[in-house]
């Protein structure tokens, strides 16, 4: 029995990154003999097994074969016979194909150590396409790591859209990709990827974005990209970024079908239907008056989600930016609301209970946050 670090761990050592987990490989094994030397099996498709100390995953190397289409068609053999090189050569990409033996030897049988010295994104073998959630994959690497799509990987990525493959995807497997995507580095840079395998137009067709030679080519891809690059400054959370897409679409409607379609959480889409319905009027807040300031707030949930509203704010100033190239000032509808929201949650609210009639509590309450928004002046 030999055990092989593998995949992602492999990869970041030799980027230089930190390792968060590392799975390995066992080759030569079964998995009774797993079980009799302390390893806790959790694997429900293929063998895989706890490491009884570090509780690292150890999974028996096995081959795929694609038997129907879908990504549960496969037909999954884990033996003792099969070798490292077999299990690496079933992996998506080269820099993902590699291992480092007990000894720390490494072991690169398809150059994922060049690829990744010349920041190339490179398919392992012509078996890519029978997994169509690769391309996103592809496209959430090249966000993470800056490299480039090898030009015979994304050849193959626009067949794979071309010939229908890529219809077969799951939604939740590409909410689970494309919002990891969106968590990366620099998140844009997934667009012209997708955008270039064909797949971008058809999971946003209401956006309308175009990218040539990897660059945004018309005002929405230009406006994505800017607002992206504004939330990684801005350190903004996925439901944020994910509205920061749904914001180019035509009509809240359109925004509710996207989330739908992509299978976004609820607090994704909420955010991102809020942010359409409100945007505009969020923009002309500083021209607002004091009760329309706080109809906006009541409109927003601000007052009892003010965590959510705070990421309304910044998402919008996020857009301001992509839009108008703004960097240096404060967006002022932020700066605004947020002192006009601190006046109306000051108010004390129980003391206007105490000292009114039931029916009156709620005038009486508004009146009181009016007039503390109106003394900011």
């Known amino acids: 029995m030999k055990i092989y670090a593998v995949g992602g761990a492999v990869r970041d050592e030799l980027l230089g990154l930190p390792v968060a987990d590392r799975d390995h490989v066992v080759v030569g094994s079964t998995p009774e003999e797993m079980v009799r030397l ?11 097994f706890l490491h009884p100390r570090t509780h690292e995953e150890h999974a028996l ?24 090189e077999q299990d690496l050569a079933r992996r998506d990409l080269t820099i993902n194909a590699m291992a480092r033996d007990e000894a720390g030897q490494l072991v690169d049988p398809f150059g994922g150590a060049a690829d990744l010295e010349r920041g190339l994104l490179r398919h ?7 997994d169509p959630v690769r391309i996103l994959r592809v496209a959430r690497f090249a966000a993470r790591f800056g490299f480039a799509v090898a030009p015979e990987t994304m050849a ?12 077969a995807l799951v939604p939740e497997r590409v909410w689970q990709e494309f ?13 012209p990827v997708l955008a270039e395998a064909g797949l971008l137009e058809k999971l946003l067709p209401e956006l309308k974005l175009a990218f040539e030679h990897g660059r945004p080519a018309n005002d929405a891809a230009r406006v994505l990209v800017r607002a992206l690059e504004c939330a990684a400054a801005e350190r903004l959370g996925l439901a944020p970024r994910f509205a920061l897409v749904a914001f180019g679409a035509p009509s809240a409607q359109a925004t509710r ?13 909420d955010l991102a239907i809020l942010a359409w319905r409100h945007g505009d009027t969020i923009r002309r807040a500083p021209a607002l008056s004091a009760p329309d300031l706080l109809a906006l707030l009541e409109h927003c949930d601000a007052l009892r989600r003010p965590e959510r509203f705070g990421e309304l704010l910044a998402l919008l100033a996020c857009v301001e930016r992509g839009e108008r190239g703004w960097a240096e000032s404060p967006y002022m509808p932020r ?3 947020r002192r006009a929201l601190a006046a109306a949650t000051g108010v004390a609210a129980a003391k206007i209970a105490a000292r009114s009639a039931k029916p009156d509590i709620a005038v009486e309450l508004r009146r009181a ?3 503390a928004i109106e003394a900011l002046g």
Not at 179 to 191: C, I, K, Q, T
């Open 38 to 48: 302390g390893y806790k099996p959790v694997g429900k498709d293929f063998p895989v």
């Open 61 to 84: 190397a096995r081959t795929e074969r694609k038997v129907a289409r879908g990504y549960k068609g496969f037909q999954i053999h884990a033996a003792p016979d099969v070798t490292l």
């Open 124 to 130: 392992v073998s012509p078996a890519f396409v029978e």
């Open 156 to 167: 193959l990525m626009r067949s794979m859209v071309a010939n229908g493959e890529a219809d």
């Open 179 to 191: 919002s990891r995507g969106l968590m990366e580095g620099d998140a844009a840079l997934m667009f």
């Open 257 to 269: 079908a996207l989330s739908e379609r992509l299978k976004a959480p609820g607090d994704c889409r």
């Open 335 to 337: 700066v605004v609301l």
């Open 369 to 371: 946050r009016i007039a």
